[in-house]
């Protein structure tokens, strides 16, 4: 009996077996246009993976390389922005500002303080040294702001700025003015005469200070007697 189902079990087996071979040459015969197709297909895509892998493997390492590169710009580019030559440029900045404001400053400053009397000699020697000291400070900012840019608006605003801010800053209000709100009388109740004219006086200063030290700047740049900032 256990023959007989093993004998049994082998032939279903071989049955099953010529059973799948024959639908499978079948199928192949119905449709070898299909398969033709369809195995095409896919060794033009292995084929086109294989061709494109190096390709792809190239571009990935020449964008590591460029991006190794610009950041080696940028750190070059910040050392040359903080290197010790880039100090010395400073220093002549301060130099050429502090020499040509002051020098422009004192004739104004002579008239503002000892020809009108409204401070004396003594003034009039503070208000020169300390406006040779601005005047080399603004001539760092200078360099520092207007770099290689040679749109004049900007080197105009850039000296506007500090005329501004050096005007407004030594007006003094009187000692007659009431506050909360500040008023001063006519004719803007916040700025009477008196305050009208220490603005114009120290406008006239701050614009001959600043202006010269800007003008000495310029020739210095021009010259390549001073780099401009990268």
């Not at 033009?44 to 991006?67: N, V």
């Not at 750190?75 to 020499?99: H, L, M, P, W, Y």
């Not at 020809?115 to 001539?139: H, V």
């Not at 305050?195 to 120290?202: E, L, P, S």
Request: with cysteine; glycine share 8%; hydrophobic share 40%.
């Amino acid at each position: 009996m256990g023959l007989s189902n093993f004998r049994l079990d082998i032939v279903n087996v071989r049955l099953l077996s010529l059973f799948i071979f024959a639908a499978s040459c079948c199928f192949v015969t119905a449709y070898p246009a299909n398969l033709q197709k369809y195995f095409g297909r896919s060794r033009h895509f292995l084929l086109e993976q294989q061709r494109r892998q190096p390709y792809g493997q190239l571009q990935d390492h020449l964008r590591t390389c460029m991006a190794s590169s610009s950041n080696d710009n940028n750190n070059n580019g910040d050392d040359e922005k903080f290197s010790f030559g880039q100090r010395i440029e400073s220093v002549k900045c301060v130099a050429v500002g502090a020499i040509s404001g002051g020098i422009a400053l004192t004739p104004v400053t002579a008239l503002h303080d000892i020809g009108f009397g409204y401070g004396g000699p003594a003034q009039w020697e503070f208000d020169t040294d300390m406006g040779s000291l601005e005047a080399g400070l603004f001539a760092i900012v200078y360099r520092y702001c207007i770099r290689k840019d040679d749109n004049p608006m900007l080197n105009q605003g850039v000296i506007g700025a500090f005329v501004l801010a050096r005007t407004l800053s030594r007006i003094q209000v009187p000692s007659y003015c009431t506050f909360a709100p500040l008023n001063c009388g006519a004719p803007l109740y916040y700025f009477d005469w008196n305050m009208i004219q220490q603005a114009g006086w120290n406008g006239a200063e701050s614009v001959a200070l600043f202006g010269a030290a800007a003008f000495a700047m310029d020739y210095c740049f021009k010259k390549s007697f001073i780099s401009k900032f990268p």
